[in-house]
DNA sequence: AGTCGAGCCTGCTGGC
DNA sequence: TGCCAGCAGGCTCGAC
């Protein structure tokens, strides 16, 4: 399930294929993803070139030369490969059919770099954009809160952001304007190394003054230590991600609790098991001795 | 306004 | 072995 960590392996996958290079065709196999595809979709990406491409939170932003920005989003299945050069029944092309369902190929570019990139997502929750480039300020996706990697996420701003909030922990750091990137998992393993229960309110993040208590000093550090670790394993892969030359990442092995029920806290010293609760409708692991 | 649950969608898993 | 309910979850929308 793509979490920033896993939107940024993508990225860093796609921008030798991309970036700098034009659209020679574009194909679109299906248009009725999470949203149809932009009117006219091929017709204004062939020709235009990718001057960057960059990611905000979840999101893949490609900045094109023709003003508008390419909005990519993986949904919960959404995966991209790189083919570069190859014919479709070379090995390379033959590893890929097996690894993804060439049925669930919405959406083919073929690059000036000679590279061809596709976009496969079975369950069809990712989609595809396109605004002005003056729009995408504006646009109500981008309305989200501050990147947790940049340095302006600091526990002064995420005590703000949750001072008045009524809800749990969990919920709130699940809020994409609390905090944007996060997801179920990278939400579960950032609170257990701050040893935050998830079921704490997130009002307790902050003073009665609205500065930030040794709790949301934690909470930062431990949120920005996980995110960073995992995109240094390329992020992690429990069933639909994929890096774009179609490995797999491997963070999902240095889980702490996600999808760890029954097993050891691995906080030192902490006796405590594992535990799934549900919140909010989602799953939530935990350690119930450690983390208060 | 903030919060919460339903729904979107498909593939996999586990229980009978 | 086969079937089917349940689950996974990022995001939006509607209800309260």
Redesign the pocket.
Known sequence: ???LPEVETVRRGLAPAMERASFLAVQAHRE?L?WPLPANFARRLVGASVERLSRR???LLADLSSGEVLIM?L???GSFRVLDGMAEDTPGALHFARSR?L??DHVVFRMSSGATVTFND????GFMLLVSRAELEQH??MRIGPEPLDEDFTPERLARACA?????LK??L???KVVAGL???YVCEALNRARLSPRRK?STLATRAGAPTPHAERLVAAIKAVLEDAIAAGGSSL?DHRRTDGELGSFQHKFRV??REGGRCPTRGCPGIVR?I?Q????TFFCPVCQK
């Open positions: 399930m793509p979490e009725d999470r939170a979840k999101y989003h949904g919960m299945s369902s049925t669930h079975p369950r069809r929750f109500p996706l008045s909030k009524v809800t749990n919920a709130a699940l809020d994409q997801g179920n998992i997130a069933r996600y999808d799934r549900a909010n409708g989602r799953s």
